[in-house]
């Protein structure tokens, strides 16, 4: 019996070391955004260690940080998917920014029209024409790229700049409330049309949004036939034509459902943040959810756990300035930082031969 067991596992390749490729290249890439932050730090005249362990008392160190965190992450969650489900099918999408902000946009247009409704009616109004603006949005640049090769990339970048461009024109003129003199500003949606808050926290419903969004996506994406044909295209998109899969009607679909996502994001800062839409909406979630979605590898349900650590950092930006003299937008220096090493780890994989799988007679 011995030695039948001991020919099976001879015949048994090790499959262990490649299931570490994904994990550990990605805590590499993150331990050295770490030390290169610390060298900035100290650069600037602060103590690294002490500037880790501030960040990490605003992200996590108390339930007032943890509620913080969660208010922040639940855009990036949003956000994150826009880049991630195209990207399963082989398209490099940045627009979520854009996205974001037509989002915001629409569900305040929505919740101004409405806004004489039952507050449940207009708040699914709202999130129903943030989605529609937002993938109506990033659909375009699905539909650029099909029919007509355009780089997808480059055309979601320059569709965010004219989505602000679009957003400062109308919250300025046709949405402006002449009563709000701070900043251009559209009127205010009713208190009453705001999304809630969970168990009397300052935590929003958005996160919610966020979670599922990200759950539905991975069973979409993993589980369902759709997202079987999605994966064939970003394989090769040759062969899922000659299997017959209608590859534009699944680029358009695909890229309204990512745009959508964004889209819900803005309705979420709009609708539980600032209740109006202005400026604020271009605080870099979109951009952010591009760096989540790349260090979550493309994957919804890792997207979730990424959103929440990448929303810590960005909620330490004010103990930064106010224990360390660091400008507040130190943070978004370490998110530099940290979106450069993840890109590069990904022309690491396959070139460490301590990842490649072994047969058992194999030597370490």
């Known amino acids: 019996m011995a030695t039948t067991s001991s020919a099976v596992s001879r015949s ?7 299931s570490l490729e994904p994990i550990l290249l990605p805590f590499g890439a993150l331990l050295a955004s770490l030390l290169i932050f610390g060298l900035f730090c100290a650069m600037a ?20 940080s943890w509620q913080n965190t969660l208010q922040r992450a639940a855009p990036l969650m949003l956000t994150s998917l826009c880049t991630i489900l195209p990207a399963r099918m082989g398209l490099v999408i940045i627009g979520n920014e854009g996205a974001l902000v037509m989002g915001g946009v629409a569900a305040v247009a929505m919740g101004l029209w409405a806004g004489s409704l039952a507050p449940p009616v207009v ?13 109506l949005w990033i659909m375009v640049v699905g539909a650029l790229r099909h ?3 355009v780089n997808e990339t480059i055309s979601s970048l320059l569709m965010n700049y004219i989505a602000i461009a679009l957003m400062n024109h109308w919250v300025g003129g046709p949405l402006r409330d002449p009563s709000f003199l701070s900043k251009p500003s559209s009127f205010a949606i009713d208190e009453a049309n705001m999304l809630g808050r969970l168990w009397g926290t300052r935590i929003h419903f958005g996160l919610v949004y966020g979670i599922v969004a990200c759950l539905v996506a991975y069973v979409l994406i993993q589980r369902t036939t ?8 970003g394989g090769n998109p040759k062969v899922a034509r000659m299997v017959g899969i209608a590859v534009g009607k699944l680029t358009l679909l695909i890229t309204f459902l990512a745009g959508s996502c964004a889209g819900l994001a803005g309705m979420v800062e709009v609708a539980a943040v600032h209740g109006r839409a202005n400026e604020s909406l271009t605080v870099g979630y979109g951009y ?22 990448l929303g810590g950092i960005l909620a330490s930006g004010s103990i930064l300035q106010r224990s360390h003299n660091l400008p507040d937008a130190t943070v978004l220096v370490f998110q530099g930082i940290v979106f450069l090493l993840i890109l590069y780890s990904e022309s690491l994989y396959g070139r460490f031969d301590f990842f490649r799988d072994r047969e058992p007679s194999e030597p370490a």
Request: proline share 4%; net charge positive; aromatic share 16%.
């Open 288 to 309: 952010s959810g591009v760096l989540v979605a790349f260090v979550a590898r493309q994957n919804p349900a890792a997207a979730v756990a990424m959103a929440i650590l």
């Open 226 to 233: 759709l997202g079987f044909s999605v994966r064939i295209i």
């Open 12 to 18: 048994v390749p090790l499959r262990w070391r490649s």
């Open 45 to 64: 005249g602060a103590n690294p260690f002490a500037v880790y362990g501030s960040i990490y008392r605003a992200a996590f160190g108390s339930w007032f």
């Open 147 to 149: 029919y007509r090769g």
């Open 123 to 135: 708040v699914f109004l709202m999130a129903l024409a943030g989605m529609v603006a937002g993938g």
